[in-house]
């Protein structure tokens, strides 16, 4: 039973470059959300949607990034124009539609902008 | 919104000790979660505990809803308990959470 898969697990980009970070839920779960890391900080919410919705996307920053969970395929956490202020680890989470909300995280993407 | 406090921020322990590890957060809340962030940076799911007392082989915690706290309990911590203990809870009716700043556990052999 296959958790939370996220890749790349390192993603190293140049400044101006896109990135792009792909999450796959677990099985039977239709609910994702992105977190972000900063280093020495905690976790904060990005965005959170479910098939083809954006739930809501109020911790996510205004320019340059998006997120998408198309009815196929992983959802994607877009960053476009990187900076090094983006560097951070990025956590894709998913949850079940029914029942216990508890949420399950993937091992996360160290996106590293140099 | 929702605030996570969480104690104490750092915590330094010889192998075989117990420890208590604190979580206050300052509005009712449905779902309260508490996870482990290794050193390699995977984050552990440890309890998902609304209310009530869980355990799990050394672990324990217990969520008092009305008071507004959760602990977590290590007891006879080994050097693999080392990392950082999350909790975290969701802002009001919505799911996404809200993590606390985190407890930095180093258990020393």
């Known amino acids: 039973n296959a958790g939370v898969m996220q890749n790349p697990r390192h993603l190293v980009r140049r400044r101006g470059q896109e990135a792009r970070l792909r999450c796959s839920p677990m099985?039977?779960?239709?609910?994702v959300y992105w977190y972000r890391q900063l280093p020495e900080e905690g976790l904060k919410f990005m965005v959170y949607l479910q098939k083809e919705n954006i739930i809501d996307e109020s911790g996510m920053p205004k320019e340059r990034f998006s997120a998408e969970f198309p009815k196929e395929g992983p959802s994607i956490l877009r960053i476009q124009q990187v900076v090094r202020g983006d560097s951070a680890a990025y956590f894709c989470?998913?949850?079940?539609?029914?029942?216990?909300?508890?949420?399950?995280f993937g091992p996360g993407t160290r996106l590293t902008v140099t | 919104g929702i605030q996570v406090e969480q104690s104490p921020p750092d915590l330094i322990l010889q192998e075989g000790a117990n420890s208590t590890l604190r979580c206050n957060f300052s509005d009712s809340v449905n779902n309260l979660q508490w996870f482990h962030q290794n050193p390699w940076g995977q984050l552990i799911n440890l309890f998902y505990i609304p209310s009530g007392t869980k355990q799990n082989g050394r672990l324990s915690a217990t969520t008092v809803a009305t008071e507004r706290y959760s602990l977590l309990y290590i007891s006879s911590s080994q050097t693999t308990d080392s990392g950082v203990y999350f909790c975290a809870v969701p802002r009001g009716s919505a799911r996404q959470l809200t993590f606390g700043s985190g407890t930095q556990l180093t258990v020393l052999p």
């Open positions: 099985k039977g779960h239709s609910h």
């Open positions: 989470a998913s949850s079940s539609r029914t029942g216990s909300y508890e949420q399950y």
